[in-house]
């Protein structure tokens, strides 16, 4: 069955970095892409980007560009998400997600929390 | 950006009463080459991610109930619950996937009456 286990919470200073890793099993890894969404505390959900785990090829909110950083090491077949120059409203759960095609998402990770607090 | 909008903020239906969630996209997310809506439905339980329960505007999710549905075309979309149960408290959100960025409704709270 397909799983993404993502990595546990971080809490981190402002304008440090973050990464958060997505460990996929149960599918092929290079077959589809995997987007990033996050969720402020009891707020809607934000989309952030995608990465191509075959070519590593990425695309981001204009929001992020800039400031996060997607990439993946196919030999683990896990995919990672890097946001530097962290700020407070940076605060959130951060998952994600697999795409089967068209962009909608049939599989999430459990979320990871980062907590930006100084 | 594609805003999407959904209505109301907030819902409480009895048990076995049919629940009305709406979405409107800010422009169509259907183009006329192919006729789909790239309208999707998701429910969010406390503590969990997302679930999807709905593509292409009216698609189920494999697993998903057949008392959950989905209709609507171009800027206006509607889940319909047609029995709530009690496991259907939640929040649910709409995303487009018509173009970037993919954008979510702010989400409709769903509680018992």
């Known amino acids: 069955q397909v799983q993404l286990v993502q990595s546990g919470a971080e809490v981190k200073m402002p304008a440090a970095s973050v990464r958060v890793s997505c460990k996929a099993s149960?599918?092929?890894?290079?077959?589809?892409?995997l987007h990033w969404v996050r969720q402020a505390p009891g707020q809607g959900l934000e989309w952030m980007g995608w990465i191509n785990p075959s070519s590593g090829g990425t695309s981001y909110a204009q929001k992020f560009q800039g400031r996060v950083t997607m990439t993946r090491d196919t030999s683990i077949s896990t995919a990672y998400m890097e946001l530097s120059r962290l700020r407070s409203d940076d605060t959130a759960v951060y998952y994600c997600a697999k795409v089967p095609g068209a962009y909608y998402f049939d599989y999430w990770g459990q979320g990871t929390l980062v907590t930006v607090s100084s | 950006d594609i805003v999407m909008t959904q209505s109301p903020d907030y819902l409480a239906v009895s048990l076995g009463e049919r629940a009305t969630i709406n979405c409107k996209s800010s422009q169509s997310v259907s183009p006329s080459s192919n006729n789909k809506n790239y309208l999707a439905w998701y429910q969010q339980k406390p503590g969990q991610p997302p679930k999807l329960l709905i593509y292409?505007?009216?698609t189920r999710e494999s697993g998903v109930p057949d008392r959950f549905s989905g209709s609507g075309s171009g800027t206006d979309f509607t889940l319909t619950i047609s029995s709530l149960q009690a496991e259907d408290v939640a929040v649910y959100y709409c995303q487009q996937y018509y173009s970037t960025p993919y954008t979510f409704g702010q989400g409709t709270k769903l509680e018992i009456k």
């Open positions: 292409w505007a009216s």
């Open positions: 149960g599918y092929t890894f290079t077959a589809y892409y």
